[in-house]
């Protein structure tokens, strides 16, 4: 049976940040929160060997320290939402302001400035495939107002070739990690296929998804499910968008979104026989 419920977001979606009206009240402004230490991750689960079928694409373990300001010269390309409004509209991409990296991660310092809440789409490069396997290790402080959806979306920015998410999750407490994959077709706003995963954002996590171009699986922590329906699993190419982004948070809020690594394979079952 189908799993179908209606979305709550249109992930991929953007707008160029709008410069502020005169006539508007002056904004507020909170203090850039100190940046902490990272929290040390949890060592992760040895993996199985994985089959010939995915190389190797993306293997990033963030060694190289970028302090405030710095990202997206210290990583080129990875940075490319910078200067839009995010999905919802209240965000702000600006890795200049919120993206720290020291001792092997990435931090996602999220706080409003200016009365602006400042958020970030990490985007791996290269980025862009039709199939592949993506993993990322991460955690979450509590945020409230906050979320995060990391994604598959068309390379051709047509939200009818279908969308993937996952992990999906809110900051606020008691928030689960969800995925998602969007109908494909003329109902994009229908999630074709929607699971809900044991876990607090709180802990670290690793989470895989392997696209291929018969099923979608997800796997956090070793929690796998997969699904071979054709609505859910998209047959263009798509680029990955780790996009963490602002709801209505409150301006006194602030905290941590963390990346321990992320990887991805290009899919080649011919390199397995296949």
């Keep these: 049976m189908l799993v179908v419920v209606v979305s709550l977001t249109t992930a991929g979606q953007r707008t160029q940040a709008a410069s502020p009206s005169p006539a508007s009240p002056a904004a507020t402004s909170s203090p850039v929160p100190p940046v902490p230490a990272p929290a040390t991750p949890a060592p992760a689960p040895v993996p199985a060997p994985l089959g010939a079928e995915w190389t190797p694409l993306i293997d990033q373990g963030f060694d190289t320290p970028a302090a405030l300001g710095e990202f997206a010269d210290r990583y080129p390309g990875w940075a490319d939402y910078d200067g839009w409004n995010d999905t919802t509209g209240p965000g702000l991409y600006d890795s200049s302001r919120v993206v720290t990296v020291a001792d092997g991660v990435l931090t996602e310092n999220l706080h409003t400035e200016d009365g602006e809440a400042l958020v970030v789409s990490i985007t791996p490069v290269p980025h862009v495939q039709t199939y592949g396997r993506y993993e990322v290790r991460f955690r979450a402080d509590?945020?409230?107002?906050?979320?995060?959806?990391?994604?598959?979306?068309?390379?051709?920015?047509?939200?009818?070739?279908?969308?993937?998410?996952?992990?999906?999750?809110?900051?606020?407490?008691?928030?689960?990690?969800?995925?998602?994959?969007?109908?494909?077709?003329?109902?994009?706003?229908?999630?074709?296929?929607?699971?809900?995963?044991?876990?607090?954002?709180?802990?670290?996590?690793?989470?895989?998804?392997?696209?291929?171009?018969?099923?979608?699986?997800?796997?956090?922590?070793?929690?796998?499910?997969?699904?071979?329906?054709?609505?859910?699993?998209?047959?263009?190419?798509?680029?990955?968008?780790?996009?963490?982004?602002?709801?209505?948070?409150?301006?006194?809020?602030?905290g941590r979104v963390q990346i321990d690594y992320v990887k991805a394979w290009a899919y080649t079952p011919e390199a397995a026989g296949g």
């Design 142 to 254: 509590v945020v409230p107002g906050y979320h995060f959806s990391w994604l598959l979306w068309p390379a051709d920015n047509d939200w009818t070739d279908g969308e993937i998410d996952f992990p999906e999750t809110g900051l606020d407490p008691g928030d689960w990690i969800m995925g998602f994959s969007h109908q494909i077709g003329p109902t994009p706003a229908v999630n074709q296929w929607a699971q809900r995963f044991d876990g607090s954002p709180q802990n670290w996590h690793t989470a895989v998804i392997e696209w291929r171009p018969d099923s979608l699986t997800f796997v956090l922590d070793g929690q796998s499910r997969t699904t071979t329906d054709p609505l859910a699993i998209p047959s263009v190419p798509m680029y990955w968008s780790m996009q963490t982004e602002a709801e209505e948070p409150d301006a006194s809020t602030a």
